[in-house]
């Protein structure tokens, strides 16, 4: 999976339309290989990104738990402690 794609669910506060989007284009730019893509190419690379977006918006939106939700300011400071120590 690609690392910049973060969890989005359980959070408080709850991810926003453009974390969405931004995980969504972070994947569709994996899977097709393209940063960029070609004018040839750009229609159907926005639509799978908007596409993906949905799909993961549903998802979020569709998920329950009983788990209470992540602070994001403490998940943020824990992964840098994380980072810290796996790259010194």
Sequence with gaps: ???????????????????????????VRKISGFTKPSQVNQEVFDAAV????????????????SASPKNRLIEAQAQKERNAKRFG
């Design 50 to 65: 908007l596409e993906v977006t949905l799909a993961a918006q549903k998802l979020i939106d569709g998920l329950s738990t």
């Design 1 to 27: 999976m690609c690392r910049n794609i973060k969890p989005l669910y359980n959070f408080e506060p709850p991810a926003t339309h453009d974390e969405v989007q931004a995980s969504a284009l972070q994947f």
